[in-house]
Nanobody, 127 residues
Framework: QVQLVESGGGLVQAGGSLRLSCAAS????????MGWFRQAPGKEREFVAH????????YYADSVKGRFTISRDNAKNTVYLQMNSLKPEDTAVYYC????????????????????WGQGTQVTVSS
């Protein structure tokens, strides 16, 4: 029903920047809240950022607040994660996710709040 395709991952030095993109299928993309999560080896998948359907509301994990920016372009069916001042601790596979079931604010920082996921893109930050 919904396909999410991520791009933009790669290798970057500490202090550098990357911009991840997540292209979503479907003409109803504009109605979905979206999130970014990440998962490092041996660790649980953790919340990174959330943006509501219109782009008017965002929310970030404390670990990335002030460094990362989530945004969306509904005309292009794309969600972005601008990552600045990257740290080695940011190294992980990054996933975008869509909430098509309107789980809402209560679940926006949990994996249970999203029912469609991208394939993940590797971000590696060297020290």
């Amino acid at each position: 029903q919904v396909q999410l395709v991520e791009s933009g991952g790669g290798l970057v030095q500490a202090g550098g920047s990357l911009r991840l993109s997540c292209a979503a299928s479907g003409r109803t993309f504009r109605n979905y809240d979206m999130g970014w999560f990440r998962q490092a080896p041996g660790k649980e998948r953790e919340f990174v950022a959330h943006i509501n359907w219109s782009g008017g509301s965002t929310y970030y994990a404390d670990s990335v607040k002030g460094r990362f920016t989530i945004s969306r372009d509904n005309a292009k069916n794309t969600v972005y994660l601008q990552m600045n001042s990257l740290k080695p601790e940011d190294t992980a596979v990054y996933y975008c996710a869509a909430d098509t079931l309107f789980a809402g604010r209560r679940y926006m920082d949990t994996t249970d709040g999203y029912d469609y996921w991208g394939q993940g893109t590797q971000v590696t930050v060297s020290s």
